[in-house]
C-alpha cells in the first residue's frame, strides 16, 4: 500500500482542527438535507476549499464497524473480467453484497458504485488495499458506512 493510502487509527486530540470540522461540516450537510456546502461550513468556521480537499479523506470511527453497512464507489478500466475480479475478492472477504450498480464505460473507464454488509470475521482494510491493487483499478473510496 502506497504511503498515501494507509489508513491509521489516531486519538482525536492528536487530529488537526481543520480536519475535525469537515467532519462537523459533513455531519451537518447529512442531517439538515437543505443546507449547501457554503452554508455548513460558514457555520463550522471552515473554507469550502478545505473541505473539499479533506472531505474524502476523513470519516468518524466506529467502535464496531462489523455488521455495518459500508457503501464504495471504485473507477476502473472496462476490461474483460475486472468487474468479475472485484466481486470474486468482495467474496473472499465474506463481505455480504447489498446493491451494485456500474455505469456504463466512458472512455474506457467504468464507475462501479456497491454497498457491502461486513461481517465480524471480516478484515475492510484488507479488501479496500486488495482492490486497489487490482491492474487497472484507478480508485476506491468509502462513501458512507451506516
Avoid at 125 to 135: A, R, W
Amino acid at each position: 500500500m502506497s504511503e498515501e493510502n494507509k489508513y491509521y487509527l489516531i486519538k482525536q486530540r492528536a487530529v488537526p482542527e481543520v480536519l475535525l470540522k469537515v467532519l462537523k461540516a459533513k455531519r451537518l450537510l447529512e442531517t439538515e438535507r437543505a443546507l449547501t456546502i457554503q452554508e455548513a461550513t460558514e457555520r463550522v468556521g471552515l473554507g469550502r476549499s478545505s473541505f473539499y480537499k479533506y472531505k474524502d479523506d476523513i470519516f468518524p470511527f466506529h467502535e464496531n464497524v462489523k455488521g455495518k453497512t459500508i457503501t464504495f464507489v471504485l473507477q476502473m478500466d472496462d476490461e474483460p473480467g475486472m468487474l468479475s475480479k472485484v466481486l470474486k475478492l468482495i467474496a473472499e472477504y465474506k463481505a455480504n453484497i447489498l446493491t451494485i450498480h456500474q455505469t456504463i464505460p466512458i472512455n474506457g473507464v467504468a464507475s462501479l458504485t456497491f454497498s457491502v454488509e461486513i461481517p465480524a470475521e471480516s478484515d475492510i482494510s484488507g479488501m479496500i488495499e486488495e482492490l486497489e491493487k487490482q491492474s487497472g483499478m484507478h480508485y476506491v473510496k468509502v462513501l458512507a458506512r451506516e
